[in-house]
């Protein structure tokens, strides 16, 4: 989706940054105004350092943003920007071009060689191609497609001046703008010799960028932790489209990293894996339709519920260390609520006060979400439960989450499926006011929003058919 105020937000910044051209370059400039970056692009602007409170602020306290993160780093901040329509803008804001122990460019470098394009502060074409080329190598790879796609408008000798220029500067082989697509190990040994012996790149000074880069990466976890969102819903209710869109959009709108498991974090194998060995477990159990355990026993439930449990009581600490500390969102397809609201479905006969009480020693996560929508339709996309059971297990699942949204952390969300964009823009929404914090001149605008918002979803939770 393209975001008006987005584009509004990026016009506005550089109309601000064009009273103090002398203080920023945009380093990746692909599109003649960075107006015209795609909607899973970010900025990246150089700007020196007393100008970085100025730029963040201007960002972060701007009356288009409704939410707002940074993050910063020994030489960048990184700004996460929400807007109201659904938009999302991140920008980099780099006090110095540093990767590991190496200063690659100086800024005196890259401010003296800058120029003007439609009123915006720019690298020149081949000091821009040489940031690309060595942010790319230094990180062990090539650089992207969309710089030779870029660089293609050049003409023939105009393409050779800039790989030779970078030839001669770095000690490499490069014959044309498309071989500095493949990594080559040598290649990055020569630019690395090169940096070496440059001034900025004294002993001490690689030390105290090494050291700083060990900083940053202990804090990062701190700074960068994931989130968990989890999807409940009777089968037919959508769950595995929505996923997959989310997926998508939190990958390329977004820019996070994604993983998906399903219902549990899965350190055990399923309990059939013991006897009929992983493989043909996991193959059985895709084959069999859910809630068609015949399973009675209290002690044989009260013994799958234990193991399951203790897969969520070890395994979530993994998901921690794996995972969230990473920064990677978390997508679970069903969670530990199937326990509480639908037993049956994993063969459990336990009744619900028991994995409810013991919910309190599971991991809270930051968003979840109940899918649901009239038996009718569900019966439509699947048929495996009549409708008195498809309205039964609504019931529990919303009376469940609006026990858990007064008593424990998170959100509990139950949105009516009924329409593809309409629901993935709701979860979005709910996403964006887990993973940011209010701009500070629209805090008591969302404030007021917040509320109505949730005497909405307070309105939702008695879905509105009858059996």
């Not at 990746?28 to 963040?56: G, N, W, Y």
């Not at 993050?71 to 540093?98: P, R």
């Amino acid at each position: 989706m393209n975001s008006v105020l987005r584009k509004r937000f990026i016009e506005e910044l550089f109309y601000f940054l064009s009273s103090y051209e002398d203080k920023y370059v945009w380093l990746k400039a692909v599109v003649p105004h960075p107006t015209e970056i795609t909607t899973c692009s970010d900025l990246d602007l150089l700007v020196k350092k007393d100008f970085l409170p100025s730029v963040r602020n201007f960002c972060i306290t701007h009356h288009l943003v409704a939410f707002s993160n940074f993050k910063a780093f020994s030489h960048c901040t990184y700004l996460e920007l929400f807007f109201e329509d659904g938009g999302f803008l991140q920008i980099d804001l780099l006090t110095g071009l540093v990767r590991k122990e190496f200063r690659y460019l100086t800024n005196d470098y890259v401010f003296s060689n800058r120029t003007k394009i439609n009123g915006v502060s720019v690298c020149q074409p081949q000091v821009m191609l040489e940031h690309v080329m060595l942010f790319n190598f230094l990180n062990g790879s090539g650089i992207p497609f969309k710089y030779v796609r870029f660089f293609s408008h050049f003409n023939d000798r105009e393409q050779v001046n800039f790989f030779n220029f970078i030839n001669k500067k770095y000690g490499t082989d490069f014959c044309s703008i498309q071989s500095m697509t493949v990594f080559k190990a040598h290649r990055l040994a020569a630019i690395r010799s090169t940096l070496r012996a440059q001034k900025q790149n004294s002993l001490l000074a690689q030390a105290g960028n090494g050291l700083a880069w060990l900083l940053d990466t202990a804090i990062s976890p701190f700074t960068n932790y994931g989130k968990i969102i989890t999807f409940s819903g009777v089968d037919g209710a959508g769950k595995s489209t929505i996923l997959g869109d989310l997926k998508e959009v939190l990958k390329n709108k977004y820019r996070k990293k994604v993983v998906m498991l399903r219902h549990r974090p899965s350190i055990l194998p399923i309990l059939s894996a013991w006897t009929h060995g992983k493989q043909n477990a996991e193959a059985k159990a895709a084959a069999t339709l859910p809630r068609q355990g015949k399973n009675h026993s209290k002690l044989s439930s009260i013994i799958r519920f234990a193991y399951y449990y203790t897969d969520y009581l070890l395994g979530q600490w993994v998901v921690w260390a794996k995972y969230l500390l990473r920064g990677y969102v978390v997508l679970y397809d069903r969670y530990y609520f199937d326990f509480i609201a639908d037993g049956r479905r994993s063969n459990i006969a336990l009744g619900e006060a028991l994995p409810k009480w013991l919910y309190h020693f599971v991991w809270k996560p930051d968003l979840n979400v109940f899918l649901y929508a009239h038996p009718v339709h569900i019966r439509k996309r699947k048929q495996e439960l009549s409708e008195e059971a498809i309205s039964e297990l609504t019931h529990r699942y919303l009376k469940l989450f609006e026990a858990f949204a007064q008593k424990h952390a998170g959100k509990y969300l139950p949105v009516e499926n009924m329409n593809r964009q309409a629901t993935l823009e709701t979860i979005l929404d709910a996403f964006a006011a887990t993973a940011a914090k209010p701009s500070f001149k629209t805090v008591s605008k969302h404030h007021n929003h917040d509320k109505t918002t949730a005497h909405l979803a307070h309105q939702e939770k008695e879905p509105q058919f009858s059996i």
